[in-house]
Nanobody, 125 residues
Framework: QVQLVESGGGLVQAGGSLRLSCVAS????????MAWYRQAPGKKREWVAQ???????NYADSVKGRFTISRDNDKNTVNLQMNSLKPEDTAVYYC???????????????????WGQGTQVTVSS
């Protein structure tokens, strides 16, 4: 009923930039927080950045000053501008949403377990 679709991944040289986008669609009542996570090979998924519905943004220390998260509430979209990329940024990046969606009875129910399919970001040295 709710889908998150990421786009924008790819291969880039160290020092380069990429912009990821994620669009949420479906029976959405409202979105509380949209966030980005990433998972490198052999590592656990880690939180990267988030944008709450009060306009607050937060970043992992490893990306602070290099990544910028933005959000378009009208389009249910969140973006991640990634600059000064490093090889250690290589990972599959996932979009996550904490939102209220209408259930089969037509009532909004909250869940933070909505995920996109992931988009690969590879940074070469």
């Amino acid at each position: 009923q709710v889908q998150l679709v990421e786009s924008g991944g790819g291969l880039v040289q160290a020092g380069g930039s990429l912009r990821l986008s994620c669009v949420a669609s479906g029976r959405i009542f409202s979105i509380k927080t949209m966030a980005w996570y990433r998972q490198a090979p052999g590592k656990k998924r880690e939180w990267v950045a988030q944008f709450t519905n009060d306009g607050s943004t937060n970043y992992a220390d490893s990306v602070k000053g290099r990544f910028t998260i933005s959000r378009d509430n009208d389009k249910n979209t969140v973006n991640l501008q990634m600059n000064s990329l490093k090889p250690e940024d290589t990972a599959v990046y996932y979009c996550n949403a904490d939102l209220f969606a209408f259930n089969s009875g037509g009532y909004p129910r909250r869940s933070n377990d909505y995920w996109g399919q992931g988009t690969q970001v590879t940074v070469s040295s």
